[in-house]
Nanobody
Framework: QVQLVESGGGLVQTGGSLKLSCAASGSIFRLTAMGWYRQAPGSERELVATITRGGTTNYADSVKGRFTISRTANTVYLQMNILKPEDTAVYYC??????????WGQGTQVTVSS
């Protein structure tokens, strides 16, 4: 089992920045990647960014150039810059074991005011 706890969400104005953190515990050695997903009201959960154990990153087109994902051994971060109202969502941390197994945090709310 893997436990994930997010922190760092909040309210920010358009153009501002926030940094999300996700602390992982448990069997983290099993994780092949970690990432961030988000879900806005009335929308499906979508990929924001992922980072593999080896450091390879992948970003949604909508956040490229504005968001940066990084990690240490047991923590993954999401630096979010130049935030837009459309970035408003609940952000979820994910721990991934291959394509079929995932663990999820409880989510943290990010609200960008216009």
């Amino acid at each position: 089992q893997v436990q994930l706890v997010e922190s760092g969400g909040g309210l920010v104005q358009t153009g501002g920045s926030l940094k999300l953190s996700c602390a992982a515990s448990g069997s983290i050695f099993r994780l092949t990647a970690m990432g961030w997903y988000r879900q806005a009201p009335g929308s499906e959960r979508e990929l924001v960014a992922t980072i593999t154990r080896g450091g390879t990153t992948n970003y949604a087109d909508s956040v490229k150039g504005r968001f940066t994902i990084s990690r240490t051994a047991n923590t993954v971060y999401l630096q979010m810059n130049i935030l837009k109202p459309e970035d408003t969502a609940v952000y979820y941390c994910a721990g991934l074991i291959g394509p079929m197994t995932s663990y999820w945090g409880q989510g943290t709310q990010v609200t960008v005011s216009s």
